[in-house]
């Protein structure tokens, strides 16, 4: 990375920002405004955000002005994403979110260690670059993508190594959401521990 990123976490790249709805998980149909960080190396090859994998492409952005421009919004709820946050201190822009009021929610591949302060952490572990087990123990929502059959196995694996009470989720990837739907629905039908995710924001065509 030719940009110089301090690593006190004042400076982030920041792609883009929005306010929308929260389409996946938990915490799917609530108002939130979401800070994409760019920068991302785990190389999924079916990734919705490849713009953003380029850290470069993205201007440096005081995490002061993020944290004030969050604080706009009626939705006192930031999701963090990216790219993969986590190549960054995050420890400086939650702590200015928390100190507005504002409940912080990472999306996050769990690549890279923890850094900051979550009040929801959901883990989505890519084969590409698996997470790290600080990410693991503290993840609030486990959302495990499926692109072929195997994937559920894969799946059940890595619901080993998060907490008991961890939410568990099953999404399916979305050029192949025909095909892997209705195996999802079968799924959690027999394995009711797991729960259905969508990614109800492309259904409403909404950011
Ligand atoms: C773009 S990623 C950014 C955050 C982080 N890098 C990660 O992968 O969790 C945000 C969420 O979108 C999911 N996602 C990305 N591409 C997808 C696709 N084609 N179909 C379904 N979900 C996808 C990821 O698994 C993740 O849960
Ligand atoms: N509406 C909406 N919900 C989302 N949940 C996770 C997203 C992400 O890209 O991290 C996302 C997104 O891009 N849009
Ligand atoms: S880890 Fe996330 S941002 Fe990176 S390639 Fe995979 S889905 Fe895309
Ligand atoms: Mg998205």
């Known amino acids: 990375?030719?940009?110089?990123?301090?690593?006190?976490?004042?400076?982030l790249p920041l792609m883009e920002e929005f306010y929308t709805i929260?389409?996946?998980?938990?915490?799917?149909?609530?108002?939130?405004y979401f800070i994409r960080l760019g920068g991302c190396d785990v190389g999924c090859h079916w990734c919705d955000v490849k713009e953003s994998w380029d850290a470069e492409l993205h201007a440096l952005t005081a995490a002061?002005?993020?944290?004030?421009n969050a604080s706009r919004f009626p939705s006192k709820a930031v999701v963090v994403t990216g790219g993969e946050p986590l190549i960054y201190n995050l420890d400086y822009l939650t702590s200015q979110l928390?100190?507005?009021?504002i409940k912080t929610f990472i999306e996050t591949s769990g690549a890279y260690p923890l850094s900051g302060h979550w009040d929801w952490i959901c883990l989505s572990?890519?084969?590409?670059?698996?997470?790290?087990?600080?990410?693991?123990?503290?993840?609030?929502?486990?959302?495990?993508?499926i692109f072929n059959k195997s994937d559920f196995e894969w799946a059940e694996q890595h619901a080993k190594l998060v907490s008991p009470d961890c939410k568990l989720y099953l999404q399916p990837e979305?050029?192949?959401?025909?095909?892997?739907?209705?195996?999802?629905?079968?799924?959690?039908?027999?394995?009711?521990h797991w729960e259905i995710s969508l990614q109800t924001h492309k259904?409403?065509?909404?950011p």
């Open 22 to 32: 929260q389409g996946e998980g938990y915490h799917t149909g609530k108002a939130a």
């Open 64 to 68: 002061d002005t993020i944290a004030e």
């Open 125 to 145: 572990p890519k084969k590409f670059k698996g997470p790290t087990t600080s990410v693991a123990a503290k993840a609030d929502e486990l959302k495990v993508i």
């Open 203 to 206: 259904y409403l065509n909404i």
């Open 174 to 192: 979305w050029s192949k959401s025909k095909e892997m739907t209705p195996l999802i629905v079968e799924y959690v039908m027999n394995n009711p």
């Open 1 to 11: 990375m030719a940009h110089q990123i301090p690593d006190d976490g004042t400076l």
């Open 98 to 101: 928390q100190q507005k009021g």
